[in-house]
C-alpha cells in the first residue's frame, strides 16, 4: 500500500474480522469468496492457515484475527481476497486472501493520519457512521508477523 | 521407478503431464516425481540392512542403508515435516540422491498437467520442501523437492558418522579374528 495521501477521498471496503471493523483500498480488493474448502499441508510461515482455490488460482489464507484481535475467530467462513505486494515497489503482488464474516460493504471516505501509537499496519482511519475505522495496509500486516526471525529461523538452506 | 503399467501409462500421457507418486505420511498426503524415485520397499525388508545410527547427528535420520553400492540415509517424513510420529511401513528409496525417506503408505500415481509454484507467502523452510503445489481432484498436494530432505552439511555430517561406525565395525572384525 502507498503513503496514505494516496488513499484520501477513495473508495474502501470495510470488513469485519473478530467484532471489529476495518477497511482495505478497494482498489487492493479482488473479491469476496464464499466459503471454500481451506486446504492445509505442513509448512512454518506464522499467519498462514493454509490455501484456497479460486477461478484456478492457489490463493494463500492470512489467518491475521489473532494480530487484530488478540485471539482466535471461529465464525469465519467468507474469504475477502486482496492484493498484496511484495518488497519496496508493486513489481510483486499476489492474491491473498483474509478470513471474514462475510459482511463487506463500500464506503468512500478521506483517510486520516492513523492515531498515535497505532501498530504500523494501520496506514490510517476512516471517520464512518461515527467511527473511527482502522485502514489495514495488508503487506504490512502480514509481514510484520512473517518477516519475524523466530518464524523460520531453524531452517538452513538446501540445494 | 519400475511398475508393471509403466509402459501402457506412458504411452497414454502426453507430453505435457508428468507422473507423480502421491504417498501419505501420517493424514498428509504428498506428490513426488515418479522419476525421482529409484524403489519403494517396505521397512520389513529393509530392516536386515539397515545400520542404525547411535548418534543421531541429524535427529531425523536413525538409520543408513546400503543399497547398490550406496549409502542412503534414512529420514524420517514425519519429523522431517513435522508431523505426529506415525509408524512407517514403506521406505521410497530416492534416485541421484542418497536419501530414502520412511512413508505410511502409497495412495496411487497420477498424472498432473501443472505444478502450481507455491505462493510467496510462504517463507519458511517449505520452500526448500516444497517445488510447488498440485491440484488434484479437489485437493491441494505439495510436490516435494527430492533433494529437499538433507542440506548438504547435514550429508557432512551424516558421511564422518558413516565412516565412523565402518571403521568401528573394521575395528571390531581385526579383534576377533
Known amino acids: ?159 | 521407478m519400475k511398475i508393471a503399467t509403466q509402459d501402457s501409462a506412458k504411452s497414454r500421457r502426453s507430453r505435457s503431464t508428468e507422473a507423480v507418486i502421491l504417498f501419505c505420511i501420517g493424514a498428509q498426503t504428498f506428490a513426488i516425481a515418479a522419476d525421482a524415485v529409484q524403489e519403494i520397499r517396505s521397512t520389513d525388508s529393509l530392516a536386515t540392512a539397515a545400520v542404525e545410527m547411535e548418534f543421531a547427528e541429524v535427529p531425523k535420520v536413525r538409520h543408513l542403508v546400503e543399497r547398490s553400492h550406496r549409502t542412503y540415509y534414512v529420514v524420517s517424513g514425519c519429523a522431517h515435516f513435522g508431523l505426529r510420529v506415525t509408524r512407517p511401513t514403506l521406505v521410497l528409496i530416492l534416485r541421484q540422491i542418497r536419501t530414502a525417506v520412511l512413508v505410511d503408505s502409497i495412495e496411487r500415481m497420477a498424472d498432473v498437467s501443472a505444478v502450481h509454484a507455491l505462493p510467496q507467502a510462504f517463507q519458511g523452510e517449505e520452500r526448500q520442501w516444497y517445488r510447488g503445489l498440485i491440484y488434484l481432484e479437489d485437493r491441494v498436494i505439495p510436490v516435494i523437492k527430492p533433494d529437499g530432505f538433507l542440506t548438504p552439511n547435514e550429508f557432512a555430517r551424516l558421511d564422518r558418522a558413516a565412516k565412523a561406525i565402518e571403521s568401528r565395525k573394521e575395528l571390531e572384525g581385526t579383534v576377533q579374528a
Open chain 1, 1 to 159: 500500500m502507498s503513503g496514505p495521501e494516496n488513499h484520501a477521498r477513495k473508495s474502501w471496503v470495510l470488513l469485519h474480522v473478530g467484532n471489529r471493523r476495518f477497511a482495505l483500498p478497494a482498489e487492493s480488493v479482488m473479491e469476496l469468496a464464499p466459503p471454500v474448502r481451506l486446504h492445509n499441508f505442513p509448512h512454518t510461515s506464522r499467519l498462514i492457515a493454509g490455501v484456497i482455490v479460486r477461478r484456478g488460482r492457489i490463493v494463500p489464507v492470512y489467518d491475521v484475527c489473532p494480530v487484530l484481535c488478540g485471539r482466535e475467530s471461529s465464525v469465519h467462513r467468507f474469504y475477502l481476497i486482496a492484493e498484496r505486494a511484495f518488497g519496496a515497489g508493486n513489481e510483486a503482488s499476489e492474491a491473498s486472501a483474509i478470513p471474514v464474516n462475510g459482511e463487506c460493504e463500500l464506503a468512500s471516505g478521506e483517510m486520516l493520519p492513523p492515531q498515535e501509537n497505532a501498530p504500523p499496519y494501520f496506514a490510517g482511519t476512516l471517520a464512518i457512521e461515527n467511527a473511527n475505522i482502522d485502514v489495514l495496509d495488508l503487506q504490512k500486516l502480514v509481514s510484520a508477523e512473517i518477516n519475524n526471525p523466530t518464524a523460520a529461523n531453524h531452517a538452513e538452506l538446501r540445494p
